[in-house]
């Protein structure tokens, strides 16, 4: 199987960041996948334990370890690292510590990957992104957050499994917020075609009423919580999200994905990164797209930009 | 690889079929490929040609000849058997000749593989859906043809280069006849969830005016001519077509694709094949969609419908 | 993507389990992914995140929980339930553990799957082979263990690495318990048509030293204990080999793998399971296969066999 | 799907070359492929059907046509281009006219893609390979020929056939010229590690005797004159042949690939190019390796090699 080019490298070798390797080692989706955390003695187990599966992968490497210098020459960079939340500790809190975190390593991945493309997954994503493309400096396409694509991904498995029609062919986007103020765009959203609030149920009528929809929506946005009391983590979903990400931009899809940038201008907001649908491809964010949006879903987005925008200034951003 | 279960049987192999052949051995739609030809050198050599390859493929395998009975339990039937238009035959004629070749093939097909999908890949492939579906009895849902998944398929490849966004993130449809009077749904038609008619030119103001439209609609029509003239024939995109169409009844994938299907009353149109966007899954077709159309794009699938059952006609069906 | 047709069923949705359905999800290895398991939130935490990222996988479908009922029907059962070694447990009582929990599960899945190919990856999975296949009085061939597999790719990468060629042009086998007893046939072993024995250093010269050689299968023999200490566990590789080894059975490949059947006489061994090379497809394990071994070898092999035996002795099998 | 990264030029827009841009364009061997021929209808035409096709394949792009600037930057150009036999044209005619083809070409393309790496298909082969390599005077690792990959893939094939086992587990290959002097390396051949000469009959005994090997190779080495007996050329086999080598050098994978290189002293030859296991990766051809050959191995080695120095000098090389 043919494996992209390009070096991928994982910051942060937690769950999310090794099943993002995992993930990105399966698909080909960089040639070579390094792995970097603090951590010895599990960034070498991951990177051992990732590399003995090779023989049913393709051509695609991995090694990884402590040393900053292995993510020299990145084509894109993921980012995982991060605290997690402690028991008593506010979000605010934990924003405050893995701000920190970026702080100090944004300028040493810069200075070893100048001309990578890096892509947030740390949380809360969003604001990290105002952060991170801040102490970088770089232009808002090639600091992005993975955003709403993995909420829009979750939104598009659940309509599918409604209407008994592959996720494939269910094109619809959550935006805004990667977090409790995110919402769908069903104005524009369609099934093969279709536009969804059109879609006929078995019986004959509408299948979606507006509040069917209202419960979809919320379903995605607490989806995370349902799985984090599970199983203390999300990071299957999320690892095939990054790869998915990361292939876009290595492959110079153009791809459209719900990634978070720092807008400028764009529906008025400016300074806060939000999820909108996106060009995705070489150099990373090429285009944020304009949706046509209604009243309800403009002032939706006002009050995610709003929310953010409060975070990142409580971090001094 | 991981090869999809499943019994293929491509019938015909002229330049369509073998492609057909190639590409589903490549991406492995089906555990076993058989193809099947009444021109026992050409079908010989094109299998052994085919076999070949297979160091380079998954465990998907190729057999095949001139004997009826290798075709027995297929899961999926794949018909591109067919004269070629010689030098001053009418189209009709020729399609009075494919006709007489169906009515021959299905029923042997038919016995020897009872629970099988029929897919019509030989021109003209809407009328002979009719006269298959009719001869095998079969309802309608396992009896269709490929119809405008090839056009369809041109026209996202257009309209991603035109605006410079990858063609899997360009939703539209082409429907009705696979031939001169096939047309695109424009109305829902969408790139990364923005409405095709909305789409921003590079500079501001609207990508497409209703005639630049128009003319892309044209040069899909025309592509088949064009590709004829170069090359005498069109094989690779038709072959890959047909395998993806395989892939969502052996995948009982619930995709949709635009293909053609003997209507019962949809759009008020009944006893004739035409294609629109429809759930292809297990078994075959599982639900034409009801796409919402204009005036004028009803007024075009009648157009569609009406040519279709003129020629239909004039075979005897 | 062509996903295989087919159900997978796993069996506990630890580690191991989970990331073997990521696997194999990504992969395509199976139409319908299964995960079962008695710990209700952990399961439906696990099949809800798989679910997730289902929107950028093939057809495959993911599902799951606590009912044995959602078991039915399968294909292929991969066994991962199990406790893990407590501190001051001794491998023997965890060896007991699992038997008796086996000893329960085993007639339950085969009820609702009388036809289904049984794989055990829990350990010592050797052990446990010989208690599933007696209390299941199946074939041998159709109740196996992934055994040296995973070992066998870490030695190939390990290869790889050393003289700078693709692991995918190693041809070597890592044979015998899947544990401490474990050998590699180098004798037969070769890279790239070229014996491992007389593979040229680049200075000249053999390349591998007897020494060198042990070395390297010292290496193999203890990896499981570097991960496990550096993150807890092993999973992605095992993972990995597990969605291999379903791909031949569900694909009908007829590859050749190390797994570990119950022996009949091979080399003089009786009821006892360890791997040896073995071509797996339709219906599990065809034909175990006799590769030429010297003395030092055959006695391997039999010290192999005797630790096995003694173990499921103490098992009461 | 992930589409390697570099840019594929395929000169030569004949049965050969347009599978070989299909075959690359579906399994995503290179994410630019390129279509080059003196023949514009044809290039045009085949490099539309190509394009029709690519809402079924990944991020790969396919353009093309009779501009050699098309070629510029290429990273493997892989040529295909060149005369057929004509009636009572002799093997050395032809071989003169499709050197004087490269005469001519060579200059032109490494003018335009100084850095890539040449992979000759056009026949003969091999002594168009030496021709190609003097007249480019680049190492011999970067202008080799696909050689007897093609008739390897036929054996194994062939030989997993009988055997009953997957073709990924058969390991033997076809050295020389690709051409009436070739032959199996059969002393190190393996099934699943079991060594060729040993495997075992289904109803005991070894299977193969000496002169079923030699019937086998007779068989792969008239493999292509039954095909092109049939369908009047040989091109999905060498198609995904040319694919998967140049898989081998974008991925920098150094697989071990049986081309055929300009040889500098192996087993005593020198300056002719034949195939032997060789290591393909980053820039070519990175290393030749040395297989164990008995006496009769070797004689038909130097026989092949005389027979191509012959035709080599009686082209003016
Ligand atoms: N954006 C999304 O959609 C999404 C989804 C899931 C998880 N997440 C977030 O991803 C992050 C990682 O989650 P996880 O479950 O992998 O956590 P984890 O605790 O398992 O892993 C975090 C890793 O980061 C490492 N780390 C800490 N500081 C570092 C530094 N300075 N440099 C390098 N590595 C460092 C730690 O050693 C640890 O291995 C969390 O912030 C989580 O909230 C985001
Ligand atoms: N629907 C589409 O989108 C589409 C696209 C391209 C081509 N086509 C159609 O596909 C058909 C095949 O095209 P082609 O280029 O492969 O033609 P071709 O002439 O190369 O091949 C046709 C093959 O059918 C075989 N055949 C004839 N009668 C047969 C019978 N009774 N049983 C079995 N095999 C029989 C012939 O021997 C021949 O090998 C044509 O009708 C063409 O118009 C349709
Ligand atoms: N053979 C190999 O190469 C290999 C490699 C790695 C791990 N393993 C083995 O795999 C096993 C699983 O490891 P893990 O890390 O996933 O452990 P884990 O503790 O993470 O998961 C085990 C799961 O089994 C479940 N379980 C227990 N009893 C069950 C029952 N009766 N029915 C259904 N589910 C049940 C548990 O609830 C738990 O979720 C261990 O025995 C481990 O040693 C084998
Ligand atoms: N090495 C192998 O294993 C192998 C296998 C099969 C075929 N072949 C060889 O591949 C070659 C091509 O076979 P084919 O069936 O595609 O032939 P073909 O006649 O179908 O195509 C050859 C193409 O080359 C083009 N061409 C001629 N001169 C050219 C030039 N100067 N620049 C660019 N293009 C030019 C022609 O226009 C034509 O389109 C033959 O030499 C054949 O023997 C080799």
């Not at 769950?15 to 993002?20: E, K, M, P």
């Amino acid at each position: 199987m043919a494996a992209q080019a390009g070096k991928l490298v994982v910051v942060g070798a937690g769950a999310v960041g090794s099943s993002t390797a995992y993930a990105a080692l399966i698909r080909g989706s960089a040639r070579d996948v390094v792995l970097y955390d603090i951590d010895q003695a599990k960034v070498e187990a991951e990177v051992l334990d990732l590399a003995h599966g090779t023989q049913f992968t393709g051509a695609s490497s991995i090694t990884g370890g402590t040393d900053i210098a292995l993510t020299a020459g990145a084509d894109v960079v993921v980012i995982t690292a991060g605290a997690k939340q402690k028991p008593g500790q506010t979000r605010l809190e934990l924003a405050g510590t893995n701000a920190r975190i970026l702080e100090a390593l944004m300028p040493q991945l810069l200075e070893h990957s100048p001309e990578a493309v890096f892509v947030l997954v740390t949380n809360p994503c969003d604001v990290l992104t105002v952060v991170a493309q801040r102490i970088a400096g770089l232009p808002a396409g090639r600091v992005f957050a993975s955003g709403t694509v993995l909420d829009t991904s979750r939104l598009r498995w659940l309509l599918g499994e409604r209407v008994g029609v592959s996720r494939s062919s269910v094109h619809a986007y959550i935006v805004g917020e990667h977090g409790d103020t995110e919402f769908p765009l069903w104005a524009c959203a369609t099934i093969g075609g279709v536009p969804l609030r059109d879609w006929a149920a078995d019986g004959g009528g509408k299948a979606f009423s507006p509040e069917a929809l209202e419960e979809l929506a919320q379903e995605v946005r607490t989806a995370a919580y349902r799985v984090i009391e599970g199983k203390g983590a999300t990071n299957y979903a999320i690892g095939l999200s990054a790869a998915r990400i990361v292939e876009a931009v290595l492959g110079r899809e153009d791809a459209v994905l719900p990634v978070s940038t720092v807008l400028s201008g764009q529906y008025g907001i400016d300074g806060v990164a939000l999820s909108l649908p996106s060009v995705v491809g070489a150099g990373g964010v090429r285009r944020v797209l304009e949706v046509p949006m209604d009243d309800g879903e403009l002032a939706r987005l006002a009050r995610s930009a709003e929310a953010l925008r409060a975070s990142a200034r409580s971090l001094g951003y």
